[in-house]
């Protein structure tokens, strides 16, 4: 069996049926994390020794009913992971090992789920590249001359590449969809407070939320299924029912309405990336959805909205990293303000610095007004803009990315150029609302192309049966040059 391309339901059934055992499949995936690690870089830390301890364990059992029994995962490095060490794609966390694991962690192995390793991201999850890492980047299986998308790459890839079936990412403002679409396969966000974000390193906190690789989307629901729910270590998650989303994933989607805002398409979009994404709609249309246009008015002000909240959040979450407690502390400091100083200075890279000042300053005495408070004045009408256009449709289509994965170092040197990779996507954090992308089409360049859905609140099911039925109308059936197999 060629695991690096199979989907969970058939390794479930082929563990189950003792066609192929769990260490089998928990072997291979860490063969081949460690023989494209040199390559792709897409992992910081591979647990061969845990990975296997817990596949002889439901070897041993007889007993592998659970819904993620003996399936591989890899898990982004800003999540607690017992035992394994937590970088964040930083220096300054030092060897800092979690003694405790995300509750997301604590469902997955509860499911069963077989934790293979810790991968890559940009710092402190602050990228849409994936460059930032200290770690050094991490590459594109389409072409690693190419950035994977961040700053969840490192799972991207793993995915893309048949490494695993599914992984754990984190998105800000993009970080899993922006990933799934330059990788070619999918990623889900879930609506704020759907997955709770205890034992995730904050970046911005009303932001933040984990999300999920996989390379169908029904493998994203049989993740979602068990990482989602309230949680009391998390107070921002709802108390909202879990449902069964695979079970929810069939059936036609006659009727469905699918909302297009016009006014997104224009100036920056890539050629190619339109034409795909206009045949992923016209797609939608064949199947008897309605296509109906909509308006988000306040959308052109996303990345300025985005870029003061989300850096405003950081520069408080980032203040805890000090050298005091744990993680990196500079030497030969002989004053307390000269040790912070320079351990901020020399632990943290280039880009989180500059988010960190950034954020400082919106948050100042004189600013805060001009700049903050306008910030979250104009997230309120996104996200009124949002359900007025809910009232009219089912899921809102836009592009993922403006342009398929660029080469790496393209756009190191200017800022603001990086930024406008989150266009697309930061609305969906800024109004808390859940969005998937589904791989659509392939640049003339071989590159992968995605589409994303947006949904209102905790309509999951809705997005996954709408990508699932998009799958099946029109499979992606290509794969990266890089491959396990």
């Known amino acids: ?125 602050m990228g849409s590249s994936n460059e930032n890492s200290a ?62 974000r205890y034992g995730l390193v904050a970046f911005g906190s009303s932001l933040d939320q984990i999300g999920i690789f996989g390379r169908n989307a029904r493998d994203v629901a049989e993740v979602l299924k068990v990482i989602a729910g309230r949680d009391e270590h998390d107070s921002t998650t709802a108390d909202v029912p879990v449902p069964d989303y695979t079970s929810e994933i069939g059936g036609d989607i006659k009727g469905a309405r699918i909302g297009v805002p016009r006014d997104l398409f224009g100036e920056g979009l890539d050629e190619e990336v339109r034409a795909s994404v206009e045949n992923a709609i016209e797609a939608y249309r064949d199947l008897g959805a309605e296509i109906v246009e909509v308006e988000l008015p306040h959308a052109k002000y996303c990345i300025a909205v985005y870029y003061i909240i989300a850096t405003a959040e950081a520069s408080s979450n980032l203040a805890r990293y000090d ?59 996104i996200r009124e803009d949002f359900l007025k256009a809910f009232e009219k449709c089912d899921a809102i289509a836009t592009p993922t990315t403006p342009t398929p994965a660029f080469k790496i170092g393209e756009k190191t040197d200017d800022p603001l150029a990086m930024y406008l990779n989150d266009i697309y996507t930061c609305t969906a954090n800024l109004a808390s609302i859940p969005g998937i992308s589904i791989p659509c089409g392939l640049s003339n360049d071989g590159l992968p192309i995605g589409f994303q859905l947006m949904g209102t609140y905790w309509s999951e099911s809705n997005l996954l049966r709408l990508a699932h039925a998009f799958e099946q109308a029109q499979p992606f059936t290509e794969r990266p040059r890089i491959t396990a197999h």
């Open 1 to 125: 069996m060629n695991f690096s391309e199979t989907d969970i339901e058939t390794l479930r059934h082929a563990i189950l049926q003792r066609e192929t055992t769990t260490r089998a499949v928990v072997e291979s995936s860490i063969n081949a994390a460690e023989k494209l690690n040199d390559t792709l870089n897409a992992f910081l830390q591979i647990d061969r020794a845990g990975a296997l301890r817990r596949a002889d364990e439901i070897d041993a059992s007889g007993d592998a009913k659970q819904s993620l029994a003996g399936v591989p995962i890899a898990i982004k490095d800003n999540i607690c992971v017992r035992g394994l060490q937590t970088s964040c794609g930083s220096r300054i966390l030092g060897p800092y090992h979690a003694p405790y694991n995300a509750t997301a962690i604590e469902r997955l192995n509860a499911a069963g789920a077989i934790i293979i390793g810790k991968t890559n991201c940009d710092e402190f999850a």
């Open 135 to 196: 770690f050094g980047p991490v590459r594109n299986p389409w072409d690693t001359e190419r950035v994977p998308g961040g700053s969840s790459g490192g799972s991207a890839a793993a995915v893309a590449s048949g490494i695993v079936p599914v992984a754990l990412g984190s998105e800000t403002g993009g970080s899993v969809r922006q990933p799934a679409s330059l990788c070619g396969i999918v990623g889900l966000k879930p609506t704020y407070g759907r997955v709770s």
């Open 323 to 381: 050298g005091v407690r744990y993680g990196f502390r500079a030497e030969e400091s002989n004053e307390l303000r000269s040790m912070y100083r320079r351990t901020r200075d020399e632990g943290f890279g280039a880009e989180v610095k500059r988010r960190i000042m950034l954020g400082t300053y919106v948050l100042s005495s004189g600013y805060y007004d001009a700049y903050y408070r306008k910030a979250q004045q104009v997230r309120t009408l």
